[in-house]
């Protein structure tokens, strides 16, 4: 046994932290994810620092937050002359490239969502599975998408190999792949050759899901395991809470969920359990050849998601907002040999947390804008205060913070200087808000806010010594339209015809 353990990351797209059977969903039914609550410690207020993919993701691969990273949204925006030229000039080495230099071998496979999509993240092995295909050099530079040309081509001419998208964004689909081949059994396939590829060195792994993210379109038999009349109504407040913040129903129109029912919500929400489903079996195979190394208990895994969906609580779907369902995420981590089996804590903890428990289990602790989650753990480092989270770059009219403390959580929205306090203990479903009842506490969170916003790429939010308010707009609606532009594929014809030229 190797006296550095294994580290192993295993990260899902879009997962709510509410659909893991044995942290309270009494629907789901997740037993590897279950296998992972009880092999160490389940962290239930965990965040995202900035909840939308490409953010949170370069998030965790840096252990930086957005305000050092200078990625607030998808796209990344191109950085001013006055940053830093790269990424890793901005935050030091990726995750990958410093657990190589700490005596790992390393392989990261699945979604990474980088631009450039094909970006270099320090890995010994790196295999793509990106979504969306932008030109045919992508498509077969892709490595799922290889797969399926080389080794299964009589699927090939599908275009959109997870799901259909735009207007089918929310529309209940099964996978057009079987669940032998889809991308998340793919990624099993892989993580598991990676594991066997032995070299005397511990390994460093991640392994990315592209779902439970939307298309909702599990393989058959998951397609049909949940029934949609057992599923729960969304969520709502009245719209001045659930729409303060314009992007949310912007959002729905730009995926076709602006008129979504109660009906159709529980037949999404059933296709969007038995994604999890599937993924969670898809784990189990992951987690079946860690436990038949000789070095099981010396292996650390880290499970978590980039951020959450609405799923039509808060009249919303998508994420890019600041509820729960939103930001909030799964997060568990265990490590038998050192940490604690079957615990859960309350502290408040975050994607960017993630680096620093794979660098100091690797013996090169590098916390940069996390905290010492293993220390935490062990009594030996304080648990984070106040915890932030950003969207949309400082200055702009998109910007928005979250500052979340105890049980309160305060949310400042750019557009129209509007401002959000919840009590997450008292009305978790964050239906009451109590911006004018708490002056008090409302002050103290958007002081911490400020105060945070004192950096290099912060204080552009900062009007003097408050929070830069602007005039409440209504952003333009426009449809997302996603289809296979690898193909020559960019939307829908003038003319139905057209279609079949």
């Given at each position: 046994?190797?006296?550095k353990?294994?580290v192993?990351?295993?990260?899902?797209?879009?997962q709510?932290?509410?659909?893991?059977?044995?942290l309270?969903?009494s629907?789901?039914?997740?037993p590897?994810?279950d296998?992972l609550?009880?092999?160490?410690?389940?962290?239930t207020?965990?965040?995202t620092?900035?909840?939308?993919?490409?953010?949170?993701?370069?998030?965790?691969?840096?252990?930086?937050?957005?305000?050092?990273?200078g990625?607030?949204t998808?796209?990344?925006?191109?950085?001013?002359?006055?940053?830093?030229a790269?990424m890793?000039d901005?935050c030091?080495?990726?995750?990958?490239?410093?657990?190589?230099r700490?005596?790992?071998?390393?392989?990261?496979?699945?979604?990474?969502?980088?631009?450039p999509?094909?970006?270099?993240?320090?890995?010994?092995?790196q295999?793509?599975?990106e979504?969306?295909y932008?030109?045919?050099?992508?498509?077969?530079?892709?490595?799922?998408?290889?797969?399926?040309?080389?080794?299964?081509?009589e699927?090939?001419?599908?275009?959109?190999?997870?799901?259909?998208?735009?207007?089918?964004?929310?529309?209940p689909?099964?996978s057009?792949?079987?669940a032998?081949?889809t991308?998340?059994?793919?990624?099993?396939?892989?993580?598991?050759?990676?594991?066997?590829?032995?070299d005397?060195?511990?390994f460093?792994?991640?392994?990315?899901?592209?779902?439970?993210?939307?298309?909702?379109?599990?393989?058959?038999?998951y397609?049909?395991?949940?029934?949609?009349?057992?599923?729960?109504?969304?969520?709502?407040?009245?719209?001045?809470v659930?729409?303060?913040?314009d992007?949310?129903?912007?959002?729905?129109?730009?995926?076709?969920?602006?008129?979504?029912?109660?009906?159709?919500a529980?037949?999404?929400?059933?296709?969007y359990?038995g994604?999890?489903?599937?993924?969670?079996?898809?784990?189990?195979?992951?987690?079946?050849?860690?436990e038949?190394?000789?070095?099981?208990?010396?292996?650390?895994?880290?499970?978590?998601?980039?951020?959450?969906?609405?799923?039509?609580?808060h009249?919303?779907?998508?994420?890019?907002?600041?509820?729960?369902?939103?930001c909030r995420?799964?997060?568990?981590v265990?490590?038998?040999?050192?940490?604690?089996?079957a615990?859960k804590?309350h502290e408040?903890?975050c994607?960017?947390d993630?680096?620093?428990v794979?660098?100091?289990?690797?013996?090169g602790?590098?916390?940069?804008d996390?905290?010492?989650?293993?220390?935490?753990?062990?009594?030996?480092a304080?648990?984070?205060?106040?915890l932030f989270?950003?969207?949309?770059?400082?200055?702009?009219?998109?910007?928005?913070?979250?500052?979340?403390?105890?049980?309160?959580?305060?949310?400042?929205?750019?557009?129209?200087?509007?401002?959000?306090?919840?009590?997450?203990?008292?009305d978790?479903?964050e239906?009451?808000?109590?911006?004018?009842?708490e002056?008090a506490?409302?002050?103290e969170?958007?002081?911490?806010?400020?105060?945070?916003?004192?950096?290099p790429?912060?204080e552009?939010?900062?009007?003097?010594?408050?929070?830069?308010r602007?005039?409440?707009?209504?952003?333009?609606?426009?449809?997302?339209?996603?289809?296979?532009?690898?193909?020559?594929?960019?939307?829908y014809?003038?003319?139905?015809a057209?279609?079949?030229?």
């Amino acid at each position: 046994m190797p006296t550095k353990p294994n580290v192993l990351f295993v990260m899902t797209d879009q997962q709510r932290f509410d659909t893991i059977a044995a942290l309270g969903n009494s629907i789901t039914y997740t037993p590897n994810m279950d296998r992972l609550v009880r092999r160490g410690v389940a962290f239930t207020n965990a965040y995202t620092p900035c909840p939308v993919c490409l953010p949170a993701r370069y998030s965790l691969h840096t252990g930086r937050a957005p305000l050092t990273t200078g990625v607030f949204t998808n796209p990344c925006p191109n950085p001013p002359a006055t940053w830093a030229a790269t990424m890793e000039d901005r935050c030091g080495p990726f995750l990958a490239r410093q657990m190589g230099r700490l005596g790992y071998r390393t392989f990261g496979i699945g979604k990474f969502h980088t631009e450039p999509w094909d970006q270099n993240m320090g890995f010994d092995v790196q295999l793509h599975s990106e979504e969306l295909y932008s030109d045919p050099q992508q498509r077969a530079g892709d490595a799922f998408a290889r797969f399926i040309h080389d080794q299964h081509p009589e699927y090939d001419w599908i275009d959109m190999l997870q799901g259909e998208r735009g207007d089918m964004y929310y529309m209940p689909q099964m996978s057009p792949l079987p669940a032998a081949i889809t991308v998340e059994s793919w990624a099993a396939d892989r993580a598991v050759e990676q594991m066997h590829a032995d070299d005397g060195r511990p390994f460093f792994g991640f392994v990315s899901f592209i779902g439970p993210h939307p298309p909702c379109a599990p393989p058959q038999p998951y397609n049909r395991m949940y029934n949609p009349d057992r599923m729960p109504d969304p969520i709502r407040s009245n719209l001045a809470v659930d729409h303060a913040d314009d992007n949310v129903p912007w959002t729905n129109y730009s995926v076709w969920a602006e008129e979504i029912s109660n009906g159709w919500a529980r037949v999404i929400k059933a296709r969007y359990y038995g994604e999890i489903s599937y993924i969670d079996a898809c784990l189990g195979r992951i987690l079946d050849a860690v436990e038949a190394r000789p070095d099981a208990d010396n292996t650390v895994i880290c499970f978590c998601a980039d951020h959450g969906d609405l799923l039509g609580d808060h009249h919303g779907w998508q994420k890019d907002s600041f509820f729960e369902a939103s930001c909030r995420v799964p997060f568990l981590v265990s490590w038998p040999a050192r940490m604690p089996a079957a615990v859960k804590s309350h502290e408040l903890v975050c994607l960017s947390d993630l680096f620093g428990v794979a660098t100091a289990a690797g013996n090169g602790p590098d916390f940069r804008d996390g905290i010492d989650l293993l220390g935490m753990v062990a009594g030996r480092a304080a648990p984070r205060r106040t915890l932030f989270g950003c969207f949309g770059r400082p200055g702009t009219q998109r910007f928005k913070i979250m500052a979340r403390a105890g049980e309160w959580k305060y949310v400042f929205i750019a557009n129209g200087g509007r401002e959000q306090l919840f009590n997450t203990a008292r009305d978790p479903q964050e239906s009451l808000d109590l911006a004018q009842q708490e002056p008090a506490k409302l002050a103290e969170l958007r002081s911490a806010a400020e105060q945070r916003l004192r950096t290099p790429l912060g204080e552009a939010a900062l009007d003097g010594d408050g929070l830069k308010r602007f005039a409440f707009e209504m952003r333009p609606r426009r449809r997302f339209l996603q289809f296979d532009e690898a193909r020559g594929v960019t939307g829908y014809p003038d003319r139905p015809a057209d279609v079949l030229a």
